[in-house]
């Protein structure tokens, strides 16, 4: 059964960057990888889709700019990428993957969930 | 404001059916079906609970069901349980751009 293991916690400073990382178990690319995050208190928030493939992404508006996604193919890992961080960039980052080769499909496999924290 | 509505909260009792609705528009939901669904633990990650307005993914309990009229694709849940308490989220294909629609979320309380 497909994985999706994520990179540990991470603390960082205002302004800063935090790279979190989205493993495969194993290779499935082709599937599209999706981004959302959740805040405390707040609900779900979509980020972003990169297809692991091609490398073509697509950003939600709010963090075009400040978000980039990639992927390293022979390590079968995505990664999202958050720059110029802020207090409120404080959240889990969750990835997702899809159930076939079309990003609007359903994401059926899930990573664990990585805490970011933005402090001072 | 999300693209997708969905009523802030819903409620009922253990063994009760409560639907969740989401609307959209003629270039989402109305046109397509590609509307999924997600059960949501705050803490944990999200689980798909149906895919392409109707389908449930293996290990989903039959309790839950999937449907669409016009603009607007409903979740059911049938034969409430304490468990079933947690945030629903409804996203959708969109023929206008290669973004995913995502509701704002729904927070279901079983009393």
């Known amino acids: 059964q497909v994985q999706l293991v994520q990179s540990g916690a991470e603390v960082k400073k205002p302004g800063a960057s935090v790279k979190v990382s989205c493993k495969a178990s194993?290779?499935?690319?082709?599937?599209?990888v999706h981004w959302v995050r959740q805040a405390p208190g707040q609900g779900l928030e979509w980020m972003g889709w990169?297809?692991?493939?091609?490398?073509?992404?697509k950003y939600a508006q709010k963090f075009q700019g400040r978000v980039t996604m990639t992927t390293d193919t022979t390590i079968s890992t995505t990664y999202m990428e958050l720059s110029s961080l802020r207090s409120d960039d404080t959240a889990i980052y969750h990835c997702?993957?899809?159930?076939?080769?079309?990003?609007?499909?359903?994401?059926?496999?899930w990573g664990q969930g990585t805490t970011v924290t933005v402090s001072s | 404001q999300s693209a997708l509505t969905q009523p802030a909260s819903v409620s009922g009792s253990p063994g009760q059916s409560i639907t969740i609705s989401c609307t959209g528009t003629?270039?989402?939901?109305?046109?397509?079906?590609?509307v999924s669904w997600y059960q949501h633990h705050p803490g944990k990650a999200p689980k798909l609970m149906i895919y392409d307005v109707y389908n449930r993914p293996s290990g989903v309990s039959n309790r839950f069901s999937g449907s669409k009229s016009g603009n607007t694709a409903s979740l059911t849940i049938s034969g409430l349980q304490t468990q079933d308490e947690a945030d629903y989220y409804c996203?959708?294909?969109?023929?206008?751009?290669?973004?995913?629609?995502f509701g704002a979320g729904t927070k279901l309380t079983v009393l």
């Open positions: 194993e290779d499935t690319f082709g599937y599209f």
């Open positions: 996203t959708s294909y969109t023929i206008t751009s290669t973004l995913v629609l």
């Open positions: 003629s270039t989402d939901i109305g046109g397509y079906n590609f």
């Open positions: 997702g993957r899809t159930r076939g080769y079309y990003y609007y499909y359903g994401m059926d496999v």
């Open positions: 990169i297809n692991p493939h091609s490398g073509g992404t």
